[in-house]
T-cell receptor, first 116, second 110 residues
Framework: DQQVKQNSPSLSVQEGRISILNCDYT??????FLWYKKYPAEGPTFLIS?????DKNEDGRFTVFLNKSAKHLSLHIVPSQPGDSAVYFC???????????????FGKGTLLTVNP | DGGITQSPKYLFRKEGQNVTLSCEQN?????MYWYRQDPGQGLRLIYY???????QKGDIAEGYSVSREKKESFPLTVTSAQKNPTAFYLC?????????FGSGTQLSVL
């Protein structure tokens, strides 16, 4: 049963426009969410995160929005640049997994292509 | 340079063979993780370790084994019991809420 869902396998946008990547989750025990960016044949790199006590977190061109009632979060990239082209993974932490049992559950990823 | 080093970058396994993937970190992180990525799939947790000499099974531990004898090292063995080992394997360590990943090992079956 997939607890973190990224329903769009791919997204294509024009350079300079906004990219919006979506993520839905089913487990109400998730309390911390992260976005990772991944290039082919490389490891994912951390991008931005948000705690469940917030509804927005911003870092430069990247903003993550969290709607707890809808169990939905989104990553906005403005403006999009060709170098943003990569796979973006949404990940969630279970609030019961603190300390000795900390682990993240990942979605399947969305391939973002930013066209010049 | 601080970071996580995975080796080799590419690895081939013959039928019935066990292979070991190396993961070393010099970040002084206590917790380490192994994930597996298949094409079009997310990252699935194989094993994780919060401290030396302790580790727990993740969601897909069958056919894999690990050890954590040193803080810096968390090797993963893909045993012959793993019937579909072809995948991209990622090792990570944790600091606070974030995982930091190595560059991965692509394992293929000959």
């Amino acid at each position: 049963d997939q607890q973190v869902k990224q329903n769009s396998p791919s997204l294509s946008v024009q350079e300079g426009r906004i990219s919006i990547l979506n993520c839905d989750y089913t487990n109400s025990m998730f309390d911390y969410f992260l976005w990772y960016k991944k290039y082919p044949a490389e490891g994912p790199t951390f991008l931005i995160s948000i705690s469940s006590i917030k509804d927005k977190n911003e870092d430069g061109r990247f903003t993550v929005f969290l709607n707890k009632s809808a169990k939905h979060l989104s990553l906005h990239i403005v403006p999009s640049q060709p170098g943003d082209s990569a796979v973006y993974f949404c990940a969630a932490r279970n609030s019961g997994s603190g300390g000795s049992n900390y682990k993240l559950t990942f979605g399947k990823g969305t391939l973002l292509t930013v066209n010049p | 340079d601080g970071g996580i080093t995975q080796s080799p970058k590419y690895l081939f396994r013959k039928e019935g063979q066990n292979v070991t993937l190396s993961c070393e970190q010099n970040l002084n992180h206590d917790a380490m993780y192994w994930y597996r990525q298949d094409p079009g799939q997310g990252l699935r947790l194989i094993y994780y370790s919060q401290i030396v000499n302790d580790f727990q099974k993740g969601d897909i531990a069958e056919g894999y084994s690990v050890s954590r004898e040193k803080k810096e090292s968390f090797p993963l063995t893909v045993t012959s019991a793993q019937k579909n080992p072809t995948a991209f394997y990622l090792c990570a360590s944790r600091w606070g809420e974030k995982l930091f990943f190595g560059s991965g090992t692509q394992l293929s079956v000959l």
